[in-house]
């Protein structure tokens, strides 16, 4: 098991993709509130009233949002999707996943979803201790670029992006080191982005399965997350990834 006593992590999102949902009426909205209210998450989206005098240029269409401010955790519910986010709070993942599997299977049962259409994970880490000081990004992640004498790299604007090996063809993963306006002109500011997809359908009584898709996915991203961060930075964040426990 990872272990970083300074997780770069900011950002974690598992989109699960599904058919087109009926518009829920309100006694529908209002178990879910009280469900979601006994898990810890605050009142959902208000619903915006329109004028009855004509159109309101303010309207905003957005997704019902629920909110947990003492795990930094998001539910999002759109019509087709239904998001959970978390913020650097991200806890242990065998914590947060029986949560996430019945938060959802009841999201289901109450909207009456009967089809997973896809799934897929987003890491996003970030890192600002990287001096800007004879900078090379192989000194921070295990990437090495060639590029002509005639380019450079502007590390505080830049995105690389790799495509991973899967072993499925239903299966896409990707991988972005982004630069980003750091803070200071001591630091450099570089965000990891890691994302798994599998673009598969799953019959929503199939719990197993979709249990076990997570955790197949969960397990890659940190094999991937292990494997790009350099010695260096590892020790920066003092990283144990469990290689020496018996």
């Not at 990707?174 to 599998?198: A, C, D, S, V, W």
């Given at each position: 098991?990872?272990?970083?006593?300074?997780?770069?992590?900011?950002?974690?999102?598992?989109?699960?993709?599904?058919?087109?949902?009926?518009?829920?009426?309100?006694?529908?909205?209002?178990?879910?509130?009280?469900?979601?209210?006994?898990?810890?998450?605050?009142?959902?989206?208000?619903?915006?009233?329109?004028?009855?005098?004509?159109?309101?240029?303010?309207?905003?269409?957005?997704?019902?949002?629920?909110?947990?401010?003492?795990?930094?955790?998001?539910?999002?519910?759109?019509?087709?999707?239904?998001?959970?986010?978390?913020?650097?709070?991200?806890?242990?993942?065998?914590?947060?996943?029986?949560?996430?599997?019945?938060?959802?299977?009841?999201?289901?049962?109450?909207?009456?979803?009967?089809?997973?259409?896809?799934?897929?994970?987003?890491?996003?880490?970030?890192?600002?201790?990287?001096?800007?000081?004879?900078?090379?990004?192989?000194?921070?992640?295990?990437?090495?670029?060639?590029?002509?004498?005639?380019?450079?790299?502007?590390?505080k604007d830049f995105i690389i992006g790799l495509r991973l090996?899967?072993?499925?063809?239903?299966?896409?993963?990707?991988?972005?080191?982004?630069?980003?306006?750091?803070?200071?002109?001591?630091?450099?500011?570089?965000?990891?982005?890691?994302?798994?997809?599998?673009?598969?359908?799953?019959?929503?009584?199939?719990?197993?399965?979709?249990?076990?898709?997570?955790?197949?996915?969960?397990?890659?991203?940190?094999?991937?997350?292990?494997?790009?961060?350099?010695?260096?930075?590892?020790?920066?964040?003092?990283?144990?990834?469990?290689?020496?426990?018996?």
């Amino acid at each position: 098991m990872v272990q970083c006593l300074y997780p770069p992590l900011i950002k974690f999102i598992l989109r699960i993709d599904i058919n087109d949902v009926e518009n829920p009426t309100i006694e529908t909205l209002r178990d879910i509130a009280s469900k979601l209210e006994d898990m810890g998450y605050s009142e959902p989206t208000r619903i915006k009233l329109i004028s009855s005098k004509g159109p309101d240029s303010q309207l905003i269409f957005a997704p019902i949002r629920f909110l947990s401010e003492k795990e930094g955790n998001e539910i999002l519910i759109f019509r087709d999707s239904i998001y959970f986010q978390y913020n650097e709070k991200y806890p242990r993942w065998d914590d947060i996943l029986p949560k996430i599997l019945s938060n959802f299977f009841y999201l289901s049962e109450k909207l009456n979803i009967l089809v997973i259409k896809n799934i897929s994970f987003d890491y996003i880490d970030l890192f600002t201790n990287f001096s800007q000081n004879r900078f090379e990004l192989k000194s921070y992640f295990n990437i090495s670029i060639k590029y002509q004498p005639e380019f450079d790299i502007d590390y505080k604007d830049f995105i690389i992006g790799l495509r991973l090996n899967t072993e499925e063809s239903s299966h896409k993963s990707i991988l972005r080191i982004r630069g980003l306006k750091p803070n200071t002109e001591e630091f450099y500011k570089i965000q990891l982005e890691t994302h798994y997809e599998i673009q598969e359908e799953i019959e929503i009584n199939e719990k197993d399965q979709l249990k076990d898709n997570l955790n197949y996915v969960h397990d890659y991203l940190l094999k991937y997350f292990k494997f790009v961060l350099s010695e260096r930075t590892k020790k920066m964040i003092v990283m144990d990834d469990g290689a020496n426990s018996q």
